[in-house]
């Protein structure tokens, strides 16, 4: 049975950081591509930040280049969200993602919330 699961969302004021990480267990995860995605209320889910399977390449949608970095330890199963300078605008529910071929695993979710 596949599992992710995320930990590390909360509150936080504008300006500051968060670090997300997700454990997976069930797969071999080094054959995975990870990815975090969020979703905000009322939007459709957008994927943020995508690494390949042995770390090596790493890619972010444009509204976050520059403040999130995504890692990843294949000796651990896990995959790392670190952010900062947080913007209200990052407020949103993150999702871990695991995908390999037609396989596409989903953690349950942590919320972010970026507020005075």
């Known amino acids: 049975q596949v599992q992710l699961v995320e930990s590390g969302g909360g509150l936080v004021q504008p300006g500051g950081s968060l670090r997300l990480s997700c454990t997976a267990s069930g797969l071999i995860f080094n054959n995975y591509v990870m990815n975090w995605y969020r979703q905000a209320p009322g939007k459709e889910r957008e994927l943020v930040a995508t690494i390949s399977s042995a770390g090596g390449s790493t890619d972010y949608t444009d509204s976050v280049k520059g403040r999130f970095t995504i890692s990843r330890d294949n000796r651990k199963n896990t995959v790392d969200l670190q952010m900062n300078s947080l913007k209200p605008e990052d407020t949103a529910v993150y999702y871990c993602?695991?995908?390999?071929?037609?396989?596409?695993?989903w953690g349950q979710g942590t919320q972010v919330t970026v507020s005075s």
């Open positions: 993602n695991a995908r390999f071929t037609t396989q596409n695993f």
